[in-house]
């Protein structure tokens, strides 16, 4: 695993640590960054706030070498950060 696939990992391993989980819904535009637990902790971004989410997730997972789903939950720190 090079440096850069490690630093996504851990990102991405701190929000599931944290009880947090990224839906994407791309028939809708939509991500929603919530709390497994408490219902209203948590994010929604839609239209323009969720492609520039899902893009900047694109390419972190691209340019780290790891799935998809690992760049979408690396990206969501910064917002589980600010609960």
Same mark, same amino acid.
């Given at each position: 695993?090079?440096?850069?696939?490690?630093? =996504?990992?851990?990102?991405?391993?701190?929000? @599931?640590?944290? %009880? /947090?989980?990224?839906?994407? *819904?791309?028939?809708?535009?939509? =991500?929603?960054?919530?709390?497994?637990?408490? @219902?209203?902790? %948590? /994010?929604?971004?839609?239209? *323009?706030?969720?492609?520039?989410?899902?893009?900047?997730?694109?390419?972190?997972?691209?340019?780290?070498?790891?799935?998809?789903?690992?760049?979408?939950?690396?990206?969501?720190?910064?917002?589980?950060?600010?609960?």
């Amino acid at each position: 695993m090079n440096k850069l696939a490690k630093i =996504v990992t851990e990102m991405a391993e701190y929000v @599931e640590r944290s %009880g /947090f989980s990224v839906d994407y *819904d791309s028939s809708m535009g939509q =991500v929603h960054i919530r709390h497994m637990d408490l @219902e209203d902790e %948590g /994010f929604f971004l839609e239209h *323009d706030e969720a492609e520039q989410f899902t893009e900047e997730a694109q390419r972190m997972a691209f340019e780290a070498d790891v799935d998809y789903e690992v760049g979408l939950l690396a990206q969501a720190k910064q917002y589980v950060d600010c609960i």
